[in-house]
Nanobody, 126 residues
């Protein structure tokens, strides 16, 4: 069984930074065989793509709303997924989810992701 567990959320002031982590585990799960991504769901909003990273080479993709502020990275050896969030804004307030996809490369499409974490709350105060 595959488990993705997020951590690092919290309350931060506008302009601040947070680093989210996602620990991947599973008896037969090899994290390096999966592309990975971060999604978020704000209050009263639909879940949306934030950032994605490919399996090994590490090519990345970002939503326009976070480009230049957020950085996704991974460590397949640990195995961990990260999201460094800088210059946070109140609009970034959401539950953030990590996810793993057997797609060949990064994808913003939620239905391409096979495994999901439970989410971690990020709240940005103005």
């Amino acid at each position: 069984q595959v488990q993705l567990v997020e951590s690092g959320g919290g309350l931060v002031q506008s302009g601040g930074s947070l680093r989210l982590s996602c620990a991947a585990s599973g008896v037969t799960f090899s994290f390096s065989n999966y592309a990975a991504g971060w999604f978020r769901q704000g209050p009263g909003k639909e879940r949306e793509f934030v950032a994605g990273i490919s399996r090994i080479i590490g090519s990345t993709e970002y939503a326009d709303s976070v480009k230049g502020r957020f950085t996704i990275s991974r460590d397949n050896a640990k195995p961990m997924l990260y999201l460094q969030m800088n210059s946070l804004k109140p609009d970034d307030t959401a539950v953030y989810y990590c996810a793993a996809s057997n797609a060949l490369s990064t994808t913003p499409r939620m239905n391409r992701y096979n495994f999901w974490g439970q989410g971690t709350q990020v709240t940005v105060s103005s």
